[in-house]
């Protein structure tokens, strides 16, 4: 892209010619819109722009939701079914699936460490007869909408770069993270909200330490208005939202009158265009200290709507809460919804935590499928779900000590599920061996996956790319083959 | 042949069309004749180093065109790559233009396509004799002749901007207005708007060298070095906790205070280079030679569970030669962890020969001690006495143990303890305790001694506890010493591999200390600590140090470094807009003894930096990055400098130097959410809020929400992005922060006369640094009689926006007034012109 181009994307002014006729208190910058003093850009949609030639194919989704589970769920409790790990229970791991493989410090060398049968029965469910364990009655219900990648596998054996390689495609921070990926190539159709959100949570009582880094929803060398808005989880979503105590909207509606007016005296007399913009995003941020809490106000939501998510969907901060909001974004038009849960790194809590975890987590993550589809919403909104990394089939912690069963980090082998957005649902794709240690059949690397993501939102990922420090950047880095089979 | 001739003649004028078409500013006349580095190379470097370059590890068909043996030599498949004038037959040409897609170059599936104008220009170049260089960043910087000029320089930055202007058919824009270069340049030196005062002193100085004198008393300011940090740290990953979960607290911050004091001071860039790199390992080292050396060890510390302490510490050496090669190289080096560079000439072993340097402290990854030794005790001099009080009393304590001890386990001379008769029945513990001399005997040893005799022999318990007593408070007062992590050399050298993709289990061959080969200069045997490498960086003939950092100073004033990619001076990186002043810069810079007041003068006093930023849509249209320089700079100012132009102006700024970060207003829970509740953000109160943002509180994994557009502080962050979001409106309008800031410039008009039209005046000026035009008074009058009567209306409302903010207000001022006064000061601090450097 030239700077001028560049730039050009960048200008609101075409933003400023879209919303001309909804201009609030803006009579006075109609000398703005003399054509003579505009320069020759195309007018277009209010928001981010999506780039030339994008989509690159027909997009099968037009946003996505991702339910980030931070801390690794354990594919070998929840999904993937082995009935050789109930034999072998507390038998050693045979040779011959570990030779040469690098886990935690935790672990060390894996020899001799004692396999460990999932800890709740499993059973088949819907007509496609997936595998789903009792831990999660909830996605169990929904199995006929989902697609269920079951060999995943990954670089990482930690978290922060587990989850860096996840969404950024480098297990080093500073890359930009799929949700700005999204924004930047597809743009935003949301007029008043940001377009890449990310929410977090935690589930009460939780051990874990883990943290969000923010690097999870960065931008990397995009520019950083692709960089995912984190709305926080307690007090207003937004940082600085809110009014200051004893500025009505009538003040504060009056002064930015004054201060677009007085802006674009400043405008006539020096020409920056960035004067335009900065008048532009003014009017943006009133308009968000409404459009914000009215996202957030759930008050008119039907209480059929609400069970739909669970027990916890009225508390500002829960995952359940969350996935409510991803829903209402998407419905305003946002790209991207990042929500991360917190909490799934059971090294010895498989016994207590994990029931946590799933209660939180799967009610809400089921519901909001539900949901989407009984709105007709999740035919183009592509939903994932699925962590950084899976977890060894083998103890950590001691056999006699049920209540501090364990399981250590396991980049080999891992489950995620899709859904909507033109993933075929009731497949279930790839395998792993006869106790889930090792992928042997359809391998799905983390670059594939993302590949597959961003084919099924219409982006070829080796042509979305961005240019920096002479380098043709982009999510897969130099990998990543689109897994054709998932898509419908 | 005529039909192949008119053919390529077409395209010849296609590819002219096509080249007027994708003119920018910066490079909007097309070469005269065509120049290897400018033109051809970036071609080369774009399509065909992927496979043909200086990564021997992906190089197909053992060809690389990276260099001139390489593209002039025979290939695999027996012709010729390069035929100097003769297009025919070189194979290049052929390729690039078959339809053969087995045969095509790049190859189909590169994705990667020359335009028929670019394959033209290499045709033409070839024929023109194919003239080969080396990419201009590697060769040491000339001293270009200052170019004649007929319109108005001030020194030779104007010569040359003009010339480039005059070779675009542009003019420059005439000077600002007195009153926008003072502000302008006091933001720029100072990050402080000038007051009300200092702008009608300068506007009344009607002295030829006004302007100069002013350039000067703000060079001399203290709070010139304090501006100058800020990118400093942001270069040097400064932060305040170790980052990563935990995300400990350190204590780096007297390192940062040097630095601020080192600009002050005027530090030559040369010594601030040496010192920081391998101050340590200068002669007879000073404390503050030591300290500067902190600059290497501000990475972050991972103190992560599970992690392996080696992978760590490899990973704080890739930080520090990635560090190293972006501040002074501008070099890509991370590129050359796993492989050889795609693009530039440097290799993998060039990666780990700079680690090498590195790698060379005791440090072993391990842990999270955010005061990993090596580090330097810096005692204040309260804690210096109470030490030295402490030693003196341990001193005869334990003369008193030795004393008691020969009277109690006396024995025969020579034999050891346990041969004593008061030592016979002992527990072999307590024995091996005894056996330890008394001065080394520590807190937790002299407790169990204690414990053995505690009901025996009270005498010697008492002996014992005064000992102990004193070790313990001895041992709180070293505990609270502040320490800061520094760079010191094991006696011994420890080997170098390089690490196969960079993983740190796959050592490879072995990697001596070494400068990027294709940059080395003089003896390159020599090389054995970081201070040889130091020395090689500030080297005269080393064709980057003086480019690079240059260049970052023209950014931090002129908005865009003359090369726009300030991390990236390579192949890919942008060639400079103006290459003759970037090499006399360069050049000026060495010779004035890497003089950095005397080369920040020069910027900000030439007629460059002195015009107006008024634009026209026709000379946006044609520069909208303003990369010519026919205006002068305009843009917003960094989100810190907002912050301290704000305080500034209310009178709040607390002008205290240095010392231990502040933590200011932050909305509640941003810390705890994003720890989980391990961190707890405990607001300062009192004169602390108010000092600058240089001092504020930096926790790496959750910034500060005060600031935007600034480096995350994570890694060396040399350019930072200059958005226009809603949320940096939502900040100024709503921080607490700013709205006390309204309120304290409220104040201060308000006590300063009791006409409206003085206040507003005063107000402007303040922010603005000069008076309202009438039809801003227009504007501002009748916004100020709404909010009165809003507030009039509304009195509650009134007084709770006066509580805003901890200091106390004036409780003399009338609220409604106050508080309709509060109103428009916020509308002035967020006019777009508060908000920036005009």
């Known amino acids: ?488 | 042949m005529r039909i192949r001739t008119s053919l390529s003649l077409g395209v010849a004028i296609i590819g002219a069309i096509a080249l007027i078409g994708k003119t920018s500013a910066a490079e909007a006349s097309p070469p005269a004749s065509i120049a290897f580095s400018r033109d051809i190379l970036p071609l080369l470097s774009d399509n065909c180093f992927t496979c043909h370059g200086p990564d021997e590890q992906a190089r197909k068909a053992k060809l690389r065109l990276d260099t001139r043996e390489g593209a002039f030599g025979k290939g695999k498949s027996g012709e010729f790559a390069l035929v100097a004038k003769d297009s025919g037959h070189s194979e290049v040409i052929r390729r690039l233009t078959t339809s053969d897609p087995d045969d095509v170059m790049p190859p189909p599936k590169s994705k990667r396509r020359l335009t028929p104008a670019q394959v033209e220009l290499i045709r033409n170049w070839i024929d023109q004799g194919a003239f080969w260089g080396r990419h201009w960043a590697y060769e040491p910087p000339l001293r270009p002749p200052v170019p004649p000029t007929a319109g108005e320089i001030r020194n030779p930055i104007d010569a040359f901007v003009q010339a480039r202007l005059a070779k675009e058919g542009l003019n420059a824009s005439p000077e600002a207005p007195r009153a926008t270069l003072i502000r302008r340049m006091t933001l720029d030196l100072t990050g402080l708007p000038p007051t009300p005062n200092e702008v009608s002193e300068f506007l009344n100085d009607s002295s030829l060298d006004a302007y100069d004198r002013l350039a000067d008393r703000l060079l001399a300011s203290p709070r010139y070095g304090e501006r100058m940090a800020w990118e400093w740290l942001e270069a040097a990953r400064y932060a305040d906790s170790n980052g990563y979960q935990g995300d400990s607290e350190r204590t780096m911050w007297p390192w940062r205070d040097w630095v601020v004091d080192a600009f002050n001071r005027n530090l030559p860039f040369d010594q601030f280079t040496l010192w920081q790199i391998a101050g340590d390992r200068l002669p007879q080292a000073t404390l503050e030679q030591r300290l500067a050396t902190g600059f290497l060890r501000n990475h972050m510390i991972n103190g992560e569970g599970g992690r392996i302490s080696e992978e760590n510490r490899i990973d704080y050496l890739f930080d520090q030669a990635e560090t190293v090669a972006t501040v002074w190289l501008g070099a890509t080096f991370n590129c050359t962890r796993c492989h050889d560079h795609k693009y530039d000439p440097y290799t993998q072993r060039d990666y780990y020969g700079l680690l090498a340097f590195f790698n060379q402290t005791a440090i072993d990854g391990s842990g999270g001690n955010p005061q990993a030794p090596p580090n330097l005790a810096l005692p204040s001099p309260e804690q210096t006495r109470r030490l030295a009080d402490f030693d003196g009393k341990l001193e005869s304590g334990v003369r008193a143990t030795e004393l008691f001890e020969a009277g109690k386990f006396a024995r025969e001379p020579g034999k050891p303890i346990e041969e004593a008769a008061a030592a016979k029945d002992l527990p072999k513990e307590v024995l091996d305790l005894l056996k330890i001399e008394p001065r080394d005997r520590d807190v937790g040893r002299l407790e169990k001694l204690a414990a053995h005799w505690k009901d025996s022999d009270p005498a010697y318990v008492r002996v014992i506890e005064e000992n102990r007593k004193t070790r313990n408070d001895r041992d709180g007062v070293t505990r609270s010493v502040l320490r800061v992590m520094v760079m010191e050399d094991m006696p011994k050298p420890r080997l170098t591999y390089i690490l196969n993709r960079g993983n740190y289990l796959k050592p490879g061959a072995e990697a001596g200390m070494a400068v990027p080969a294709s940059l080395s200069t003089g003896n390159t045997d020599s090389r054995s600590n970081r201070l040889d490498l130091a020395q090689w960086l500030i080297a005269p003939e080393n064709p980057l140090t003086a480019r690079v950092t240059v260049n970052r100073f023209w950014q931090t004033f002129f908005g865009m470094g003359l090369v726009k990619t300030t991390e990236d001076f390579g192949v890919q990186g942008e060639k400079p807009v103006n290459p003759e002043l970037l090499d006399w810069l360069a050049t000026e810079f060495i010779a004035t003894g890497w003089d950095v007041k005397r080369l920040v003068r020069l910027m900000v006093t030439s007629a460059a930096y002195r015009q107006s930023s008024k634009v026209t849509p026709a000379l946006f249209e044609r520069d909208p990055e303003n990369r010519l320089l026919a205006r002068g700079p305009r843009f917003r100012m960094t989100s810190w400098m907002i912050r301290d132009a704000a305080l500034a102006e209310a009178g709040l700024l607390t002008e205290q130097m240095g010392g231990a970060p502040m933590k200011p207003y932050q909305p509640t829970g941003v810390w705890e959410e994003a720890t989980f509740g391990n961190k707890r953000y405990e607001q300062d109160h009192g004169a602390a809020l108010y000092r600058r943002s240089l001092y504020v509180f930096w926790r790496r994994i959750i910034g500060p929400t005060m600031f935007f557009d600034v480096a995350s502080r994570q890694t060396c962050t040399v350019k930072t992005p200059r958005t226009n979001v809603p949320l940096h409106a939502l900040l100024t309008l709503n921080d607490t922060a700013y709205v006390e800031a309204a309120r304290g410039l409220a104040q201060r008009v308000l006590r300063s006369s009791a006409r409206d039209t003085e206040r507003l005046s005063l107000a402007c000026r303040g922010v603005l640094g000069r008076p309202p035009t009438a039809d801003e008074q227009r504007i501002l009058t009748h916004g100020l009689e709404r909010h009165r009567r809003n507030f009039a209306s509304d009195p509650a409302a009134a007084a709770r926006l006066l509580e805003i903010g901890e200091t106390p207000r004036d409780a003399g001022l009338d609220p409604g007034e106050h508080a309709a006064w509060t109103v428009l000061c916020s509308t002035l601090l967020n006019l777009d012109e508060a908000l920036t450097k005009e």
Not at chain 1, 231 to 249: C, M, N, Q
Not at chain 1, 295 to 311: H, K, M, Q, T, W
Not at chain 1, 353 to 379: F, I, N, W
Not at chain 1, 444 to 451: E, M, N, R, S, Y
């Open chain 1, 1 to 488: 892209m030239t700077p001028l181009h560049e730039r050009r994307l960048q200008l609101t002014r075409r933003e400023f010619l879209g919303r001309s006729g909804t201009g609030l208190g803006l009579a006075s910058l109609t000398g703005l819109l003399d054509p003579k003093r505009l320069m020759a850009a195309p007018v277009a949609r209010v928001g981010m722009t999506r780039l030339p030639g994008l989509p690159h194919l027909a997009p099968k989704a037009k946003r996505a939701i991702y339910l980030f589970q931070n801390g690794a769920p354990t594919h070998v409790d929840l999904f993937d079914y082995k009935p050789k790990l109930q034999q072998l229970h507390g038998k050693p791991v045979p040779d011959d699936y570990i030779a040469g493989k690098r886990f935690s410090t935790m672990t060390g060398k894996a020899d001799g460490k004692l396999l460990l049968a999932p800890v709740e029965p499993f059973h088949q469910h819907g007509r496609s007869g997936a595998w789903v364990s009792e831990f999660l009655p909830h996605t169990a219900r929904i199995a006929d909408e989902l697609c269920f990648v079951k060999s995943l596998h990954t670089d990482a054996v930690n978290h922060a770069p587990g989850i860096s390689l996840m969404l950024s495609g480098a297990q080093i921070p500073g890359r930009p993270t799929l949700g700005a990926w999204l924004t930047y190539g597809l743009g935003s159709d949301a007029e008043n909200l940001p377009s890449f959100v990310v929410m977090t949570s935690v589930s009460k009582g939780t051990t874990c330490g883990q943290i969000f880094y923010d690097f999870y929803w960065g931008s990397g060398f995009l520019p950083s208005r692709y960089q995912g808005v984190k709305f926080r989880g307690s007090g207003e979503p937004v940082l600085y939202l809110g009014d200051p105590a004893g500025i009505s909207r009538t003040t504060r509606r009056a002064m930015l009158d004054d201060l677009a007016e007085l802006n674009d005296l400043k405008l006539r007399e020096h020409g920056d265009p960035e004067i335009a913009t900065r008048i532009a995003q003014y009017e943006m941020a009133f308009r968000m200290q409404t459009s914000v809490p009215e996202l957030a106000d759930i008050s008119r939501e039907p209480a059929s709507v609400l069970d739909l998510y669970g027990p916890s969907v009225k508390e500002q901060g829960t995952f359940a809460y969350n996935c409510l909001m991803a829903r209402r974004l998407i419905e305003r038009g946002v790209r991207c919804v990042q929500v991360m849960h917190a909490g799934w790194d059971q090294h010895r809590s498989l016994t207590t935590e994990l029931y946590t975890q799933c209660r939180d987590t799967d009610q809400p993550s089921a519901g909001l499928v539900a949901d989407l589809k009984q709105r007709g919403l999740l035919d183009d909104t592509l939903v994932i779900w699925g962590g950084e990394f899976g977890r060894t089939p083998f103890i950590q912690g001691n056999l006699d000590d049920r209540k501090f069963w364990g399981r250590d980090h396991h980049p080999y082998a891992f489950t995620s599920w899709l859904a909507g957005g033109g993933v075929k649902a009731g497949l279930t794709y790839g395998e792993t061996d006869d106790l889930g240690m090792n992928v042997v059949r359809d391998p799905v690397h983390v670059h594939d996956f993302q590949a597959t993501l961003l084919h099924l939102l219409g982006i070829d990922h080796e042509r979305l790319t961005y240019r920096f420090q002479g380098r043709d950047f982009r999510l897969t880095d130099v990998h990543g083959k689109v897994v054709h089979d998932l898509i419908s």
